[in-house]
């Protein structure tokens, strides 16, 4: 039988006609109902307040940052991440760290960092990232990463401005550019780095500047640790 220019037909009722004609109206209603109530429970989150109370999570016993996501998450919000190092910090369990390992985090914005060292508080802002290491139970480092995007004039300039509140020997950083210079000839390797510190006070801190041969970005960091 040929079926050429068939067409099937099915026959609607007006009921049904009338339920077809009814659906997108109801999707639609149902998709505004849940904006709504996405948008209240976002108007009444935690991250919406202006200044949240931080919970018992997300800052240790002695007001430092917990180091934590949801310690790092409180970072995010108030803008700070606070540490201490050394004599009175807390076990690194208190912490919210393992008794062996490290956390780092990168934070959705530059935070400044406030590390209290004995009775020295240093303070550094623009903190794009944390690494915290903890070995035998004990908060051993906290490198920090401040957020610079320059090339290796710009980082040795900015080690040279911390050198002598972290107490550094800023002729250190005066040879370095004979080593880049070398390590340029040389053409081994894509990266130089160099070390300044560590400083000999209430903590160790060591300043350490990487080139990347092929970008020519050079990004620092900014170690804190226990002094010896």
């Known amino acids: 039988m040929a079926t050429s220019g068939l067409r099937w037909s099915v026959a609607v009722s007006a009921r049904t006609r ?21 948008s209240m429970a976002i108007q009444q989150s935690w991250w919406t307040q202006e200044q949240p109370a931080a919970s018992a999570d997300q800052k240790a016993a002695d007001g430092s940052t917990m180091l934590t996501d949801a310690g790092f998450d409180y970072v995010n919000v108030e803008g700070i991440v606070r540490v201490r190092v050394g004599e009175g910090g807390l076990p690194a369990t208190e912490l919210g760290l393992p008794a062996d390992g490290d956390k780092s985090a990168e934070f959705r ?20 990232s944390l690494t915290a290491a903890s070995r035998d139970g004990r908060l051993i480092a ?7 995007v320059r090339g290796w004039p710009g980082a040795v300039a900015y080690l040279r401005g911390l050198s002598a509140e972290f107490g550094w020997d800023a002729s250190q950083l005066d040879r370095l550019g004979d080593d880049l210079a070398e390590f340029n000839r040389a053409g081994d390797g894509t990266t130089f780095t160099a070390t300044i ?23 620092v960091e900014i170690t804190f640790a226990p002094a010896a």
């Open 197 to 219: 510190g560590p400083s000999d006070g209430t903590a160790q801190i060591s300043g350490t500047l990487t080139f990347d041969r092929e970008t020519g970005a050079t990004p």
């Open 18 to 38: 009338t339920l077809l004609a009814w659906l997108p109206a109801a999707v639609l209603t149902v998709i505004i109902a849940g904006v709504v109530v996405a």
């Open 109 to 128: 914005r530059p935070v400044r960092a406030i590390i209290a060292a004995g009775e020295d508080v240093f303070v550094l802002d623009d903190i794009a």
């Open 142 to 148: 906290v490198t920090l990463r401040p957020d610079v």
